[in-house]
């Protein structure tokens, strides 16, 4: 009796110290989760080493140049200037060519990825006018709006696709940063102060744009093969486009003419 009493309770440690140290079914684990950063399936990344084809041209203009009226400066503005300045709606080149002209990959560059740009575009305010008057960010690049005059500015654009801000910037020297979140073309830009000024900014995905100079010229490099919308556009005599196909080391000319209204 004694020893059946015993071999019970020897028992009842064994299976309370078994239980108690795990000895029970293993919970099963739930299957590992792929990882949230990882790179998607399909990536296509542009590689400007491997992207040879280019396209370039000169935007041309035909007929009478219209007359930019002279401003109407106020005197700190007519000191910082250094003489009369004029509206910059239409800046027809002495050879007939038109500058401030952006010209663009508008589709056929959707299907790459593009590294983050590392130069940093600059747009001042600079004898009460916008310098440049057209010019380009690409979507979270960084700008930076200098004020380079010794009296009160302030940036006004007024995107649609974007965040709109106002910014008063009242001494020499200042400098502010932004991003525009989103593309779009193109974003008005004024001073509500001196209501004159204003500047146009695009704001691109990709890195195939330019803007025709003082000899009409563009370039756009470091195109991948295939095919293109290009579209030229131009804030008072509106946008136009033409479709190509480049293939690897390819130069294609296209060029644009716009008329006088």
Known sequence: ?????????????LLVVSF??????????APAQPSATAPSAGTNMYDSAKSTASVGGKVTFEGAAPTMAKLQLTP???????GPA?????????DNTLANVFVYVKEGAEK????EPTDQPVLDQLGCQYVPHVLAVRVNQNLTIVNS??????VHPQPTAN???NQGMPVKGMKIEHKFAAPEIMIPVKCDVHRWMQAYIAVMKHPFYNISGDDGSYSIKNLPAGNFTIEAWHEKYGAQTQQITVTDGESKEVSFNFKAS
């Not at 009796?1 to 440690?13: D, I």
């Not at 108690?20 to 684990?29: A, D, M, N, Q, V």
């Not at 005059?149 to 302030?154: G, K, Q, V, W």
């Open 76 to 82: 700190e503005c007519q000191q910082a200037h250094g």
């Open 163 to 165: 965040q709109q801000f």
């Open 20 to 29: 108690g140290c795990g000895g029970g079914k293993e919970e099963e684990k």
């Open 112 to 115: 790459w990825n593009y590294p």
């Open 86 to 94: 004029f509206e910059e709606h239409v800046k027809v080149n002495p």
């Open 149 to 154: 005059d010794p009296f009160l500015h302030n």
């Open 1 to 13: 009796m004694v020893m059946r009493k015993l071999l019970y309770s020897a028992l009842l440690l």
